[in-house]
């Protein structure tokens, strides 16, 4: 069956729990859920593109920390800061903030214990036991459900597990603890002040869906910011990459989320999709997911500037990439760094010859994938991207010529070859289950009767599409660099082109800003929000 | 080379910009039309054939029905206008003006509309054995800009979220129009129209193309488990403080004060008419009370809340309740206006 087309209306807000109670026929008389059925969870209104962050939680934020800053409290506007963070995620989740607030105790505590000066052999006890603990708070939450029913089904039994809620961010402030523990055995160097420790987990422009943030990089920023003054010359740059990020997640990524999502709740349901519908599905998807991404990113980086801090760059135009090792430098380039430096170098990283090396980079790839999420379409998507990366690294050895093979027709190819790739492996990293995944990559070659995608839609992914490939992405424009010491706008990387506070950039801020805000009625989680 | 601002130069211009640009949205011209094409309710639509039964069908309108799913699946307009006609001998037509959820601000906009565009002699509103804190979440979609703007703001737990949306739909009102293109049509087509008799008491189209039926009895321990589900969700509810229980129920309060005042500066009329759900049968005075309804009221509970046969769900009749409900209605009707429409019902 292709998808009817339901006419969208200015008021279509239905939760993906909403649909599928009417799709298993708990249908109100009125085409409405049940009494009893879930709304949105609690604290959807926190996410960046929402009002309340926007119109609320921002501004007086804002107004707080440079009040205070004006009035020479440096030290109390860092205070404030964190409890402005403290605030952002107990919105979310008060027993999840409780969550938040003793694992970082027990974290900080373990890291001045591991950066002591007690024995060595102590002191990696002490670490491996904040690993393991961290660990198991993310296997407990995340994993558990997952691992215990597929036990159940391997042995037969009929165990039951109750659904765990997952914390938000939890595998990104676990992550960042796990890497600052490990970081602190190696250095013998901890965090003393615990405001400062605090606010390098909590940080809120960060701490929902990362960038990763090493524990070296922010430690003397914050330090900076409770003794030194603002540079005020980053804020124009913070509101500017802000508003496009906004932008990018208003009125790109969400439109087409709409659009596509019930491609993908059809193909859930097991309704096989024509071509035209599984193509929507999969290529509205790859645009989705990159716009959300990236938006948030530049959300998050801006919203780190307009307070006086640098976060790492987390995203440079991965659909730009030729390889596939360049697309995972280009992809939550956080999360490749710790990957590599906590993963991929345990296992033993280069050593032992090319097939432990293969092997290393096959098996951090498919962590990586089950980070993602506990379902098997996430240990699939890993799976795949594991093994094109292997495949690279393997060609690179044994197929030099291969990887010398250069000019237009030899990047074009790679491209084509690279996205194809990508995009099938968002089938399952996007599907509701692996048959839904299955579902959409067989209407890729099915006829493509029955369904029209709406013009308005083409017309976006479109230019979607041409932006992620061919336009230079906004940290780009805006000249902005990771490292603290470096101008904004950074006069190296793209020259005349870059922005400059002037009265023709304030207008374009407002323009996106304007948009932005016009369309945020009905925001989105984004996706990250979910690992 | 183009000037450079300074930090607080920059931001405040970009400020400053933003807020010019999102005032310039409200006041964007846009199609009253495409407007009321805006609310659907995810599987069911309902307020685009208000809005053409208004507009665009010449049939006059004597009684209006304002309220919830429960008036929308519970009283059926060509069923009281035959009883009302084989009692009286008039003709009247009844519209079943009712949008799914609950919320006066959203009753007030159709009772507006309905009085700009038609006039009925007599609005009916509904009562329920509670009142939603919460008002409707559509009212953002239909309101015009001055009523969102001019909503009441204490104890409003929408105004400023709708408020904030204001800007948006305006927008996007503001391009449907530019572009010609509504959410579900361009412009009124008499053969897409649902006709003046629209009836959904008996069935339920969806917008996929389905039919529900509602010639289906649920059973009682479904019912029960619904009534259960119902009051754990209201002994849920955190009470109000009593030095504010005055404003608890002051937003829809103000609203039916306005419906009042709409109609009577048309020189028309109101009445109120309670709907019950299931073991749910008794008129709640004190709460009729809070929200002002001093009249008489049209009371549909009774020994209906405990019939088991007539109901869909623990909070809507099905069909049998419905010709039930609209029996009993169009009797209370002939009784306190024997004289709305027009004679001989027989010959029209």
Redesign the interface.
Known sequence: MAP?R???????G?SKR??QL?RKGN??????P???ARGPARGDFMVFSA?PFL?VFLPLTLVGFYALRAAGRRRMSVNFLLAASFVFYGAWSLPHLALLIASILANYCCGRYVASSAPKERRRLAMLAGVVGNLGLVFWFKYLDFAGSNLAALAGADWTFRNIVLPLGISFFTFQQIAYLVDCYRTRDGERRFRDYALFVTFFPQLIAGPIVHHRYARPQFAALASERLN??W??YG?MIF?MGLAKKTLIADPIARAIDPLWAAAATGDPLGAAAAWTAMVGYTLQIYFDFSGYCDMAIGLGLMVGVRLPVNFNSPYRAKSIIDFWRRWHMTLSAFLRDYVYIPLGGNKGGAFFRLRNIFLTMLIGGVWHGAAWTFVIWGAIHASLITLNHAGRLWLPELDRWRGPVADAVKRAALLGAVMIAWVYFRADGVSAAHAVLRGLIAPAAGYAPDPYVLALMAFGAALALFAPNSLEVAGYVEAPERPIPHECAHGARML????????A???L???G?????RPAVFIYFNF | M????S??A??V??????L???GA?VVAPQNDYYRW?????????KADWIYERLHFDAEPIDVALIGT?RT??GLSGPDIEAAYCAATGRRIRVANLSI??TGRNIHYVIAKEAMRAKRPALTVIELNEIEARRQH??F??LADVEDIVTAPIIANLNYF?DL??L???Q??LWFRTLTGRG??KSKFDPAAYQGHDLDRTRA?P????TV?S?YTAAPRDELDA?RA??TE?RAGMRRVPSAIRKFEHRVPRLYLQKIDALAAANGRMVDYVFLPAWREGALPRALTDDLGVTAPVIDLGGRIAEDPGKW?????VNAWGAAELSSRFAAELVRRYPALGEKDCART
């Open positions: 009817r339901a006419p969208r209306g200015f008021f279509m239905r909403e649909k009417n249908l109100h008389p009125d085409g409405l049940r009494a009893g009002y119109l005020a010359d804020i124009p509101v508003a400059r506070p002037t009265p023709m950039a304030a207008a801020t407002a323009i800003l304007a948009a805000l016009a369309v945020a009625w | 183009e000037r450079r601002l930090p607080a920059f931001a211009s970009a400020l400053v910009m933003t010019s640009l999102l949205a094409q805006e609310l659907d309710h995810g599987t069911t639509r799913s929308g699946g799914p959820e979440r559509g953002v979609a979220p904030a949306r800007p948006g739909r927008a996007v959410a579900v339920l969806l917008l996929d193309g529900v509602r619904g589900s119902r969700a869909l769900d623990a909070t809507h």
